[in-house]
């Protein structure tokens, strides 16, 4: 599904000025709190009127300002799934749904293709509680039923905004696997709305970074994560370590913020290299035979294997959580390391150095 988006909306505290085309069946929205991301969703849905530009769907035009054009939400053929789910409390599960495929029969004024109540409730799995309340059901059962409603409808796209966050953890993982899946067999195409990068990693095959109502970077989801680009789409990926650099040579930087060491990259640096990112899981400990073994030319550029990222960690900080131990060095960066549930009160072991491959450092502008 190509979808391009030029947006312009005047809000209270920034101006939403969206401008993207993907072409991509399962895409993602990653971004803060109030960064724009529903509202861009309320735009394309047509709910809520841009103040200027244009949306179209596979070609089909939604809104232009030039042309006047602004199709009601019913002739968009798009589905919204609510953060709240919006479900009707005083109606049962199964007359939610019907109330909605009534709403779309008259609308389409024909109702052969679409499916009954029945059907859909045995699709989400949801039969057995048909005659309940939405109070009376769990919050993934919600979910299903609002989607069983908005399925009645046959969008062609769907749009989910935050459709998780009202979960407890174990049904959030469950429960997002369960609608992928559902989604992927009915080859439906969805907007994913989120600020939980490993959602969007884990269900969307195209992200876009939204920050302060802009777009700061776009593309496959996982070209985004191995190269950010910016600091800002850098911390949205989740990028805990970002220092201002001085570049040395075409691969060679000191960074400024993290004790003045020297790295090295596999990348060029050129006149936009201001910063650069390592993964806190990216680090591994630096053995003997790494810093001795000057034989390898393993990146081109004729540094010698010795003199390759190899960083003293110093006095450390060490906190521990169920699977992970978080490592502060004493020159300020991050390192992860994973850990069993089953280490007990056993210390972690650390080395005297860590090394970072060159691949593995990231380099970005400001902006």
């Known amino acids: 599904m190509k979808i391009e988006a030029d947006v312009q909306k005047k809000l209270k505290d920034f101006k939403l000025d969206i401008r993207f085309v ?12 109030g960064s724009g991301k529903s509202m861009f969703l309320k735009n394309l849905s047509g709910l809520v009127k841009p103040d200027s530009g244009s949306i179209s769907i596979d070609n089909k035009l939604m809104y232009d300002k030039v042309k006047k054009i602004n199709l009601d939400p019913a002739r968009r053929h798009i589905g919204y799934l609510f953060q709240n789910y919006a479900l009707f409390p005083n109606m ?6 019907k109330a909605a495929i009534y709403a779309t029969s008259k609308m389409k004024k024909v109702n ?13 799995d949801i039969s057995s509680v048909a005659k309940h309340h939405p109070h009376e059901i769990s919050g993934g059962q919600q979910q299903r039923t609002a989607l069983a409603r908005i399925l009645a409808s046959d969008p062609e796209l769907l749009l989910l905004d935050e459709p998780f966050s009202a979960l407890d953890s174990f049904l959030r993982e469950r429960t997002r696997l369960e609608l992928y899946d559902l989604l992927v067999s009915m080859n439906k195409s969805f907007i994913l709305v989120s600020h939980d990068r490993d959602e969007i990693y884990q269900m969307c095959d ?18 985004v994560f191995k190269n950010p680009e910016n600091v800002a789409a850098a911390k949205l990926t989740g990028c805990k370590n970002i220092s201002r650099i001085k570049k040395l040579t075409e691969h060679r930087f000191i960074a400024l913020d993290w004790g003045n060491i ?16 390592i993964r806190a ?20 550029h004729n540094e010698n294997v010795n003199e390759l990222n190899v960083i003293s960690c110093g006095q450390v900080n060490v906190t521990k959580l169920p699977f992970e131990w978080y490592i502060l060095l004493e020159n300020g960066l991050w390192w992860k390391k994973n850990k069993s549930l089953y280490d007990g009160d056993e210390k972690v072991s650390i080395p005297e150095k860590l090394r970072i491959d060159p691949d593995k450092i990231i380099i970005l502008k400001e902006n």
């Open 262 to 277: 020297e790295l090295v990259t596999s990348k060029v640096l050129d006149e936009n290299a201001e910063y650069a990112g």
């Open 112 to 124: 052969s293709d679409m499916k009954s109540a029945e059907e859909l409730m045995e699709l989400l």
């Open 92 to 97: 049962t599960v199964e007359e939610n749904i």
């Open 22 to 33: 993907a072409d991509n069946s399962h895409i993602g929205i990653l971004g803060p709190s």
């Open 281 to 300: 899981h990216d680090f591994e400990p630096c053995s003997d035979s790494m810093i001795n073994n000057h034989d390898a030319d393993i990146h081109q």
């Open 206 to 223: 195209h992200l876009i970074l939204f920050k302060e109502g802009k777009v700061i970077g776009q593309g496959s989801t996982e070209e």
